[in-house]
C-alpha cells in the first residue's frame, strides 16, 4: 500500500512518525536500518512517499504501518523544492550506467581466512580466483579459474582448505599471485574492461594484494561495480543480497548451491548481470 503526506512529528525513540496524508494522521514505524538512513530528512517535516504494510500493528504506544521503503522525500514551500531522495531518479541512474558499459570482466575471487587459532593480525590473501570476459555484445572472450600461491605459508591453513575443498598438493600447481596481477593487467590494456564483482569485498582484497606484494596498483576502483550494489540501489533494498537467491528470484530456476569455486561464482554473477539488464530496460 502506498501512502503519500507531510511528516508532523517524528518519535525518535519508537522509531515512528506521525504523518498527515489525504486528511487523514498514519502513523508509521521504520525498522532501524530505515530510520538511520533516512531519519536525518525528518527534521525539516518534508513530505515522505512510501510503500507500507497493509495490515497495522502496535509498535510501543502506537498502531502503525510498517514502511516497507521509501519512494521520495521532498521539502516543499513557496520559494523552493528540495528533492532529497527519488527512486525514479536513481533507476534512471541504473539504467544509464548498465547501458553504456562495453567489455566486462566478471570476476570472483577466495580469500584465505583466519585460522582456527589465530594469534596475529589476518591479512586475506587471494587464493583462487575466477574470470569471465565478454565484448559489449555479450560474447565471450574467455573465461579462466586457477588457484594462486599465497605469499604467506600460514595463509594455507586448515581453515582456508576445509572452506575450499582443497589440500595443500593442490597448491603445488597453482598460479603465483604476479602472474594473476599480470592477467588482470592485461585485461585492463588490452580490453579496458569494466570489473563487475558480487559486493565490496574483492576490490579492497585486490587493492590490499597489491601492498602485500609490493606491486603497483592497478586501476580497479574507477573501474569497478559492485553489482550487488546496483540491484540493491535499483529495488530500494537495504540487505545485503546473497548471489544464489538472487540468481533464482530474477531467473525463477532453482540452482543447487556450489562449493566455494571462483569460476562458477563469476559465471553466475555473468548471468545475474544479463538478467538484470534485460529486466530494466524492458522497464519503462
Request: net charge positive.
Amino acid at each position: 500500500m502506498k501512502i503519500y503526506g507531510k511528516i508532523l512529528n517524528t518519535y525518535p525513540k519508537d522509531r515512528v512518525v506521525k504523518v498527515l496524508g489525504n486528511k487523514r494522521i498514519f502513523y508509521l514505524y521504520m525498522s532501524r536500518k530505515l530510520f538511520r538512513d533516512f531519519g536525518p530528512y525528518f527534521v525539516r517535516k518534508p513530505y515522505i512517499f512510501v510503500n507500507v504494510s497493509v495490515l497495522k500493528k502496535k509498535y510501543g504506544n502506537f498502531h502503525c504501518f510498517e514502511v516497507e521503503h521509501f519512494n521520495k522525500i521532498v521539502e516543499s514551500d513557496r520559494r523552493e523544492k528540495k528533492v532529497y531522495y527519488n527512486i525514479s531518479t536513481i533507476r534512471k541512474g541504473v539504467k544509464r550506467l548498465i547501458s553504456k558499459i562495453n567489455n566486462k570482466l566478471f570476476l570472483d575471487l577466495e580469500f584465505s581466512l583466519p585460522s582456527y587459532f589465530q594469534t596475529m593480525v589476518h591479512i586475506p590473501e587471494i587464493v583462487q580466483y575466477g574470470m569471465v570476459l565478454e565484448d559489449e555484445n555479450g560474447n565471450l572472450i574467455f573465461e579462466d579459474r586457477s588457484l594462486v600461491k599465497p605469499v604467506k605459508k600460514y595463509s594455507l591453513n586448515q581453515r582456508t582448505l576445509k572452506f575450499l575443498s582443497k589440500t595443500r598438493e593442490d597448491f603445488d600447481q597453482a598460479c603465483t599471485y604476479i602472474e594473476f596481477y599480470q592477467l588482470l593487467e592485461r585485461c585492463i590494456m588490452d580490453h579496458n574492461v569494466k570489473i563487475i564483482a558480487w559486493g565490496r569485498n574483492d576490490i579492497l582484497t585486490i587493492e590490499q594484494s597489491f601492498k602485500l606484494n609490493h606491486l603497483k596498483p592497478l586501476d580497479i576502483r574507477n573501474r569497478y561495480i559492485n553489482l550487488m550494489q546496483v540491484i540493491k540501489n535499483y529495488y530500494n533494498s537495504k540487505t545485503d543480497l546473497g548471489l544464489f537467491n538472487t540468481y533464482q528470484k530474477l531467473s525463477g530456476e532453482k540452482q543447487e548451491v556450489q562449493q566455494h569455486d571462483a569460476l562458477e561464482d563469476a559465471l553466475m554473477t555473468r548471468e545475474i548481470y544479463r538478467i538484470f539488464k534485460d529486466i530494466i530496460l524492458k522497464e519503462n
